[in-house]
C-alpha cells in the first residue's frame, strides 16, 4: 500500500503542473491582445516636429499603423484616416489600407498582421494542450511564437525607420515655407 502511494506521487511530480499551461495562456493572450491594440491605437509613435503643423495645437503628431491622432487631439477612426489620407496636406500614408509609399510602413504593417496570425495559432496550441492531458503541438507552439515575438520585434523597429521619424523633408513648414525632418521620434 505504502509503495502504490509512492507510485501515484512519482507518476505526479513527473507530469508537472498543470498551471503552467493556464499561465502560459494567460501571458500569449494578454501580450496577443497588446499587441493587436498597440497596432491599432492612434498613438504608437510620437513625433515630435521642430514647428508647429498647420491646424495642430502643438509640435508633437502621434500616428499609428493604420490610424492617427487628428489635430483636435482625437484619435481618428479608420475610415476617417483613409478618408483624409494623412495628418498633414500632401500626407498619403493613410490613404491605402496596406501598402503606402513608405516601404518601411508598409513591411511594419505586414509584420504586424504576420504577429497576430502567428500568435493566434500559438494560442490555439495552448489552448488544445490545456484539454489534453499529455503536451500536443509542442513544436508548432514553439515556432508560432517565435515568429511571432520577432514579427512584433520588427513591427516595433521598422516603424520607427518611417520616413515621418528619418526623411529629411518629409514635414513641410508654412512658417519657415521649407521641408523639414523630425526632431524626435518616440
Given amino acids: 500500500m505504502n509503495m502504490r502511494l509512492g507510485a501515484q506521487h512519482n507518476k505526479r511530480s513527473q507530469c ?14 494578454v501580450g496577443l491582445l497588446l499587441s493587436i491594440a498597440g497596432s491599432l ?3 504608437f509613435v510620437t513625433v515630435t516636429l521642430g514647428f508647429v503643423p498647420t491646424g ?7 500616428v499609428g499603423l493604420w490610424s492617427f491622432l487628428g489635430p483636435d487631439r482625437r484619435c481618428q477612426t479608420f475610415k476617417d ?18 501598402i503606402n509609399d513608405d516601404m518601411a510602413w508598409t ?14 495559432i500559438a494560442l490555439l ?11 500536443r503541438l ?7 511564437a517565435i515568429v511571432a515575438l520577432l514579427s512584433e520585434a520588427a513591427k516595433l523597429g521598422l516603424f520607427f525607420c518611417t520616413n515621418l521619424c528619418i526623411s529629411e523633408n518629409f514635414w513641410y513648414s508654412v512658417d519657415l515655407d521649407e521641408y523639414m525632418g523630425s526632431t524626435s521620434c518616440g
Avoid at 16 to 29: C, D, N, S, V
Avoid at 56 to 62: L, T
Avoid at 125 to 135: A, G, H, K, Q
Fill in 16 to 29: 508537472g503542473f498543470k498551471w503552467r499551461p493556464k499561465l502560459l495562456a494567460a501571458l500569449l493572450t
Fill in 41 to 43: 491605437y492612434c498613438d
Fill in 56 to 62: 495642430y495645437a502643438g509640435d508633437e503628431v502621434s
Fill in 81 to 98: 484616416a483613409y478618408r483624409l489620407g494623412g495628418f498633414t496636406d500632401g500626407d498619403d500614408n493613410y490613404s491605402h489600407w496596406f
Fill in 107 to 120: 513591411i511594419a504593417r505586414c509584420a504586424a498582421i504576420v504577429g497576430v496570425v502567428f500568435g493566434a
Fill in 125 to 135: 496550441c495552448i489552448l488544445i494542450n490545456l484539454c489534453t492531458d499529455e503536451p
Fill in 138 to 144: 509542442v513544436d508548432l507552439l514553439a515556432y508560432t
